[in-house]
């Protein structure tokens, strides 16, 4: 009882208060099983060849390679840690809409990562770009370097089309 005469109203209960997460992924190992689990580890296989094939080629036009750098080691990292958070099961234990999230996770990392597919492939146009390097005129690129930028736009693109079927799978999912 309080001062007034009133009963003091029992406090809230957490479990009530809180709804359970929506997530429709399975959670531990067999998330593997499903096509969002094996896109995602083919996001992951190909985004670090992009990141390590880039990386390879000596970044010959860092501005552009740059921005291609960074998208593919944010995305690798970012994969590996929603990855990780599935095959632990922590996504049963933290309140939130996953299937939202996972929308909203791979839309963005596809419109980064088809930005990053166009600079890298046209950075690989400009091979035959004349440049002086002290006193001698020669090719941006070299032909093993062309030749690794070639690898690394077509996985760019290889990558990119896995995070936009992981898109499509997502927006699946998410629509009621």
Aim: net charge positive; aromatic share 14%.
């Amino acid at each position: 009882m309080s001062a007034g005469g009133a009963p003091v109203p029992p406090p809230p209960n957490p479990a009530v208060s809180f709804p359970a997460p929506r997530v429709t992924l399975p959670v531990g190992t067999d998330i593997l099983r499903t096509y969002s689990g094996a896109f995602v580890c083919l996001e992951i296989v190909f985004g670090g060849l992009v990141w390590i094939l880039v990386a390879s080629s000596n970044v010959p036009l860092p501005l552009l390679q740059g921005w291609v750098m960074f998208v593919s080691v944010t995305a690798f990292i970012c994969s590996l840690l929603f990855l990780g958070v599935f095959l632990s099961g922590v996504v049963t234990q933290i309140n939130a809409n996953w299937n939202f999230l996972d929308l909203a996770y791979h839309f963005t990392v596809f419109v980064f990562y088809f930005g990053a597919f166009l600079l890298q492939a046209a950075a690989t146009s400009l091979h035959d770009l004349r440049c002086n390097r002290t006193m001698a005129v020669q090719p941006l690129l070299n032909d093993d370097k062309y030749n690794i930028n070639v690898a690394a736009t077509i996985f760019a693109f290889v990558t990119t089309a896995c995070y936009g079927c992981s898109l499509g799978l997502a927006l699946r999912r998410w629509r009621p």
